[in-house]
């Protein structure tokens, strides 16, 4: 079963950013970050494909998230720039599953599992 | 605001059955997308629960049913436990948005 293991917490000031990296090992698969802020719901912010580098993102996080992934040591990283206030919340990575090939994924599934510990990160003047 | 709506709270008492609805769009569950969902422990990630048809990861007690009908879908327990007392939350995706969407959550309390 891959397990995935996230960096610690973050305070970070308001315009700043932040690099949170998830470690996860064992086949081929996506890696995706979704975000809760305190008392709120789970919202998506994109996904990788580490074999490939392929990423994708909603229209809202396009340009401040950067998702990358580290082949060799199996850790994928997401970024978030100009830090607001409202960006406070927990950061999770989770496994999603793709069915690849030598010239690449040509089927997608969106469900989630596993999920990795979280990260909070905390934007605080 | 969520794309998807679930009720915020559900409770119900040992034994009994609970329903939490996730209401969506044309676009979303009604398009049709799959709907999964995850449970969320207090203080800990969210775990998938149910994914697609009625698919449960192994560990997950057929207790866990869910159910779809045009733009909606449900997710029941049967058999209430305590340990059921958590956070659940539905997720589709959403062919206007081209992205995964969840519903803001619903916190269930065993009376």
């Known amino acids: 079963q891959v397990q995935l293991v996230q960096s610690g917490a973050e305070v970070k000031q308001p315009g700043s950013s932040v690099r949170i990296s998830c470690k996860a090992s064992?086949?081929?698969?996506?890696v995706h970050w979704v975000r809760q802020a305190p008392g709120q719901g789970l919202e998506w912010m994109g996904r990788?494909?580490?074999?490939?580098?392929?990423?994708k993102y909603p229209q809202k996080f396009q340009d401040r998230v950067t998702i990358t992934a580290d082949k060799s040591t199996s850790t994928a990283y997401m970024e978030l720039t100009s830090l607001r206030s409202d960006d406070t919340a927990v950061y999770y990575c989770?496994?999603?599953?793709?069915?690849?090939?030598?010239?690449?994924?040509?089927?997608?599934?969106?469900?989630?599992?596993?999920w990795g510990q979280g990260t909070l990160v905390t934007v605080s003047s | 605001q969520s794309v998807l709506t679930q009720p915020p709270s559900a409770s119900g008492a040992p034994g009994q059955t609970v329903t939490i609805s996730c209401a969506g769009s044309?676009?979303?569950?009604?398009?049709?997308?799959?709907v999964h969902w995850y449970q969320q422990l207090p203080g800990t990630a969210p775990k998938l629960l149910i994914y697609?048809?009625?698919n449960r990861p192994s560990g997950v007690p057929d207790r866990f049913s869910v159910s779809k009908s045009g733009t909606s879908a449900s997710l029941a327990i049967t058999g209430l436990q305590a340990e059921d007392e958590a956070h659940y939350h539905c997720?589709?995706?959403?062919?206007?948005?081209?992205?995964?969407?969840f519903g803001g959550g619903t916190r269930l309390t065993v009376l």
């Open positions: 989770a496994k999603g599953v793709v069915i690849c090939n030598n010239y690449g994924c040509y089927r997608e599934y969106n469900w989630l599992d596993p």
């Open positions: 044309s676009s979303n569950i009604g398009a049709p997308y799959d």
């Open positions: 990788i494909i580490p074999l490939f580098g392929t990423t």
């Open positions: 697609g048809d009625n």
């Open positions: 064992g086949g081929t698969f996506s």
């Open positions: 997720q589709s995706y959403d062919r206007s948005l081209s992205a995964s969407v």
